[in-house]
């Protein structure tokens, strides 16, 4: 059983999330894009998937690929495209004339633009830690001013007609705001744990405006409990916790619970991936997310599911990865059962 010397390793892995923001497209800002170099090759690229938050004016966008010039810019000459009208807020996919091959190293913008009336709808940018092998940035078009580069990356992504993205691979997170009065007054996440292994903590993702408890469960229920002090962070924004508990052994396919708990009144934020997307993309932009599952409870109640799962996991000491599956390779079963 390979052992993890220091300070362990964390699973699932982390994606990071430090900031978000949501910039509109409108009469104003007439064109979005998110510029990708070093991507990874794929070919038969046809369609965009765009998260939308609010729709205030309903009109036709286009969807497009595009070259990059020498300024690192959206060029306008247009390799493929797709015209939609937004009906709804949250995931929408736009199907491309034709497909395109992305090969390895090149550059490609992904572009919505206000194409025919005044659409005036939200689209949200994220700030991840962890840009997987690509580097991507965002930028927006001012009419009469041109481009302007942003610090975050927008929900805007293509893919080829499997769902398979090109990066970025971002998903679409929520907030979930709450205290110790609050039902449910305790968020988390249930990891299915794949090979045997020695867990020695956890690590989550939140915004801590008051005191609070980093909660670990045992497959058999036992609890492991961290205190969070609001002052011992550097700011006052989301910060990566970790923790860390007894050591205690897992079998493949046991379950491990990590969660946060608010110990007074004041709202404390815990960041959460949002699952309400198709199951094909999900793997490319949440890392393990085969294994996990939100859950939530108010006070020592049962546990419930959501789609909106913690940001967080286990920090393993050791593992073995000769059990569970056939063959003696690691089990990769999808999240089952309840604790």
Same mark, same amino acid.
């Given at each position: ?19 978000? =923001? ?6 104003? &800002? ?20 765009? +998260?939308?938050?609010?729709?205030? $004016?309903?009109?036709?966008?286009? /969807? ?8 690192? &810019? ?5 390799? =493929? ?9 949250? #995931?929408? $996919? ?14 490609? /913008? ?11 709808? &939200?689209?949200?940018?994220? $700030? ?63 990891? *299915?744990?794949?090979?045997?292994? *020695? ?10 405006? =008051? ?16 205190? /969070? ?23 493949? &396919? ?10 007074? *009144? $004041? ?16 793997? #490319?932009?949440?890392?393990? +997310? ?50």
């Amino acid at each position: 059983m390979p052992n993890f010397d220091g300070l362990g390793i964390l699973f699932p892995h982390s994606l990071f999330i430090s900031g978000s =923001a949501s910039t509109a497209l409108n009469t104003t &800002n007439i064109q979005i894009a998110n510029i990708i170099s070093s991507a990874k090759p794929i070919t038969g690229v046809d369609r965009v998937k765009v +998260y939308i938050t609010t729709i205030t $004016t309903s009109a036709q966008i286009r /969807a497009s690929l595009q070259t990059v010039d020498e300024s690192g &810019n959206a060029s306008g000459t247009i390799l =493929a495209y797709g015209l939609y009208t937004p009906s709804s807020v949250g #995931y929408s $996919t736009i199907t491309l004339n034709q497909s395109v091959d992305v090969n390895a190293g090149s550059s490609i /913008a992904i572009v919505l633009d206000n194409y025919s009336g005044s659409a005036n709808i &939200n689209i949200p940018q994220v $700030t991840i830690s962890d840009p997987k092998g690509t580097s991507s940035y965002a930028e927006y078009y001012i009419s009469g001013s041109g481009w302007t580069k942003q610090l975050r990356t927008f929900i805007l992504y293509a893919t080829d007609g499997n769902g398979v993205p090109i990066l970025p691979l971002l998903p679409y997170y929520s907030l979930a705001l709450f205290n110790s009065g609050s039902s449910p007054n305790e968020y988390g996440v249930r990891i *299915t744990i794949p090979f045997d292994a *020695t867990i020695i903590g956890g690590w989550l993702q939140a915004d801590i405006d =008051a005191d609070a408890n980093l909660c670990i469960y045992t497959p058999s229920g036992t609890q492991y409990t961290s205190y /969070a002090d609001t002052d011992a962070r550097s700011n006052s924004n989301v910060t990566v916790y970790h923790f860390y508990c007894p050591p205690f052994t897992v079998t493949a &396919n046991q379950q491990v619970i990590v969660s946060v708990v608010p110990l007074t *009144t $004041t709202n404390i934020s815990a960041y959460r991936y949002n699952f309400n997307f198709d199951t094909v993309t999900m793997p #490319y932009t949440c890392p393990g +997310y085969g294994y996990i599952e939100g859950v939530q409870r108010t006070g020592s109640g049962s546990w419930s599911t959501n789609t909106t799962p913690l940001i967080g996991g286990v920090i393993l000491g050791s593992i073995s990865t000769t059990s569970g599956g056939s063959g003696g390779g690691v089990s990769r079963s999808r999240v089952q059962g309840r604790m």
